[in-house]
């Protein structure tokens, strides 16, 4: 259900809130351009296709095009029960999540990392993505050019999410991971955030199973440009033993297209 705090996408936040900041700037070498953005607190979940680049290769560029829509559909399935974010293709191959008590929020950052959680325990097509989550100040802004102008974000949270979503450690036990700088762990609760999965069983009456995921100790990693910075990872330890991955399932639909004369490469 819709609030008054739902937004879809960033263009849909800044075209209903009043502006922190709307000039025209007249550069005398850049030229002029308006300046439109929202500064916020927020918190930004950053996912990331894994192997983007080695998919482009390996798959047609239709294959591709079939699997990125396949990510994006089930990213939705994620962010079906979630009502405070708001939502950023950031390039081709990843997705920002931006949570803010601005959008109805109380704690943007279990907010994101619920939804992290639920790409972690439902990814039956082994997308493996890249998840990193940080916050701060960000700022919501239109950027373009005379022809098109689209909303997207801006500031060291974007940056180091992004960051910490390719410093995921190398463990190969692991089936999903989020990272996230240790200073947002704080003193949280992990029981309260990881929670055992509690369901009623027609056999077993009420069954509580443990977490599948673990909280991995501290460590420091160097980022370019950001300096030395302490992180946390969650990891989840179970795998999917998938049917088919998205990648075999992106193939299988390019054939089944062209099978059916929907493909007409000489247009």
Sequence with gaps: MKTPYSYNTIADFL???PLTVDVEVDDEAAGCFPLKCIELDATVLYVGMRDFARLTLDLSPT???????MFLVWMRDSLAAEGFCV????LDSSIVLLFSKKFGSKEPFFDALRAARWMGEHDELRFLPEMG????RVAAGFAGTPKEFTGSVFGRPLLLAAACARMRPQEEAMASCITF??????????????PPLEFDHPEHGHVRQPTTWKLGET???DFPSLGRIDLRDVGNFVHWPPKITAKEKAQEWFAQIKSKGFYKPGV
């Excluded at 294959?63 to 829509?69: Q, S």
């Excluded at 939502?87 to 950031?90: A, G, H, K, L, P």
């Excluded at 200073?183 to 309260?192: P, T, V």
């Design 219 to 221: 460590r420091s990693v």
């Design 133 to 136: 989550i940080a916050s701060g």
């Design 87 to 90: 939502v950023e293709r950031f």
């Design 181 to 194: 700088p240790e200073a947002e762990w704080r003193s949280r609760s992990f029981d309260e955030l990881f």
């Design 63 to 69: 294959e591709i095009l079939i699997y990125l829509n």
């Design 15 to 17: 075209l209903s809130q």
